[in-house]
């Protein structure tokens, strides 16, 4: 069973950056697909970034240009370069693993602050 662990969340203000981290562990081997989601008080959670084992990545509109999404498979992590932050990347940041059609698997969330 696939269990995530994320961090590096923080307070950071307007323009700052931030990396996260999202540790897996148990049957990564299976992973063919992660991704980052965020979830803003009184919204739906949203896609912010996601990566397939192939290498293939995609974003979330607002945040294209400004976040990076990479892996390290010796390390079977997952990382988010968040750069030009702003107030609205306020959010619990949440760590999505699946074998696509199979299962999947959240980390508990990390709160990322952005002041203004």
């Known amino acids: 069973q696939v269990q995530l662990v994320e961090s590096g969340g923080g307070l950071v203000q307007a323009g700052g950056s931030l990396r996260l981290s999202c540790a897996a562990s148990?049957?990564?081997?299976?992973?063919?697909?992660m991704g980052w989601y965020r979830q803003a008080p009184g919204k739906q959670r949203e896609l912010v970034a996601e990566?397939?084992?192939?290498?293939?990545?995609n974003y979330g509109d607002s945040v294209k240009g400004r976040f990076t999404i990479s892996r390290d498979n010796s390390k079977d992590t997952v990382y988010l370069q968040m750069n030009s932050l702003k107030p609205e990347d306020t959010a619990v940041y949440y760590c999505?693993?699946?074998?696509?059609?199979?299962?999947?698997?959240w980390g508990q969330g990390t709160q990322v602050t952005v002041s203004s």
């Open positions: 990566i397939t084992s192939r290498g293939s990545t």
């Open positions: 999505l693993a699946k074998r696509v059609g199979f299962w999947s698997a």
């Open positions: 148990g049957g990564t081997f299976s992973i063919n697909y």
